[in-house]
């Protein structure tokens, strides 16, 4: 069993709008802060966005910022990517993922972090 799972992902026209979920396998995420990785073909996996757990402070990259927005429910379990105004540049399989500090680091490497979903697939195309 996964501990993390993801959903949402799916096919949008350039402008539109997708909620991306990662749900906790568990009770809950615990003492975890949340990073969203993506990774398109032949690419490397890029750090997206992170809430840290201690404040629900996040990070956004700079190639979203100002269009995802990253925040989670009151019972930890559950987080969601709010991805509006996509452009095709955003299409990319999009992995939830902890990381095992309650803040988020300053930049995100993957391998900083501890436990991974499956990922979903987001394609953004006419």
């Known amino acids: 069993q996964l501990p993390v799972v993801e959903s949402g992902g799916g096919l949008v026209q350039p402008g539109g709008s997708l909620r991306l979920s990662c749900a906790a396998s568990g009770r809950t995420f615990g003492y975890s802060s949340i990073g969203w990785f993506r990774q398109a073909p032949g690419k490397e996996r890029e750090g997206v966005s992170c809430?840290?757990?201690?404040?629900?402070?996040?990070y956004y990259a700079d190639s979203v910022k100002g269009r995802f927005t990253l925040s989670r429910n009151g019972t930890k379990n559950t987080v969601w990517l709010q991805m509006i105004s996509l452009k095709p540049e955003d299409t990319a399989v999009y992995y939830c993922t902890t990381y095992p500090r309650p803040r988020c680091p300053n930049r995100m490497f993957p391998q900083d972090f501890a436990s991974w979903g499956q990922g979903t697939q987001v394609t953004v195309s006419s």
């Open positions: 809430i840290s757990d201690s404040d629900s402070s996040t």
